[in-house]
């Protein structure tokens, strides 16, 4: 059974461009939620998905960036024109769903670097 | 709103000593409290989690407590070894959405 996927592990992007972030979770799971962490600093929450469904994006910049989770297919993090300020490791974690008590399980995160 | 401390940043030990890892909360209206361990270029494992009824969560060397009420946990490791190297992190949960709210971590180096 193989843990939360996320690819690809290394993403070097120009000022400007678009980042594609995905994150495939752990069979059954069908919650997701995306972190950031910057340098020198914590893991920051940004979104939290079901299928199909945005539940808390609360922590998520209103500009520039989106997510989805579709009902076929990973959980995509998009960064639209990105700036040197979005380079960080983004982290994907799933969980069943189950409540606050359920363990979430971390993928091995995304290092965006934008040049 | 929520914040998480952990103090030192930092911490290098000999092999074999026994050790306290330290965490603090702001808001004490948590659900529980996890403990995670974060490898270089790695992502996130979970050690202990910690409901907020309970006083205490134990796995292996490791060992977890919480004071709900005054905002602290520790984090015990006994006998410590060169492969408990790595950067130990605290998180709460405060909301229904089992948002984590984490502090910056502690790196821990143990000497051979």
């Known amino acids: 059974n193989a843990g939360v996927m996320q690819n690809p592990r290394h993403l070097v992007r120009r000022r400007g461009q678009e980042a594609r972030l995905r994150c495939s979770p752990m069979?059954?799971?069908?919650?997701v939620y995306w972190y950031r962490q910057l340098p020198e600093e914590g893991l920051k929450f940004m979104v939290y998905?079901?299928?199909?469904?945005?539940?808390?994006e609360s922590g998520m910049p209103k500009e520039r960036f989106s997510a989805e989770f579709p009902k076929e297919g990973p959980s995509i993090l998009r960064i639209q024109q990105v700036v040197r300020g979005d380079s960080a490791a983004y982290f994907c974690a799933s969980s069943l769903g189950l409540g606050t008590n359920e363990k979430l399980f971390f993928g091995s995160g995304t290092q965006l670097s934008v040049l | 709103k929520q914040e998480v401390t952990q103090i030192p940043a930092a911490l290098s030990v000999p092999e074999g000593e026994n050790l306290v890892l330290n965490c603090s909360f702001t808001?004490?209206?948590?659900?529980?409290l996890q403990w995670f361990r974060q490898d270089p270029g790695k992502g996130l494992t979970s050690l202990l989690l910690?409901?907020?009824?309970?006083r205490e969560q134990t796995s292996g060397r490791l060992n977890a407590s919480l004071d709900k009420s005054s905002g602290r946990s520790t984090l015990y490791i006994a006998a410590s070894q060169p492969g408990d190297s790595a950067t130990y992190l605290c998180?709460?949960?405060?909301?229904?959405?089992?948002?984590?709210?984490f502090g910056k971590g502690i790196t821990l180096s143990v000497r051979p």
């Open positions: 069979k059954g799971h069908s919650h």
């Open positions: 910690i409901q907020s009824s309970q």
């Open positions: 998905l079901q299928k199909e469904n945005i539940i808390d």
């Open positions: 998180a709460v949960i405060t909301g229904a959405n089992s948002k984590l709210t």
């Open positions: 808001d004490s209206a948590i659900y529980n």
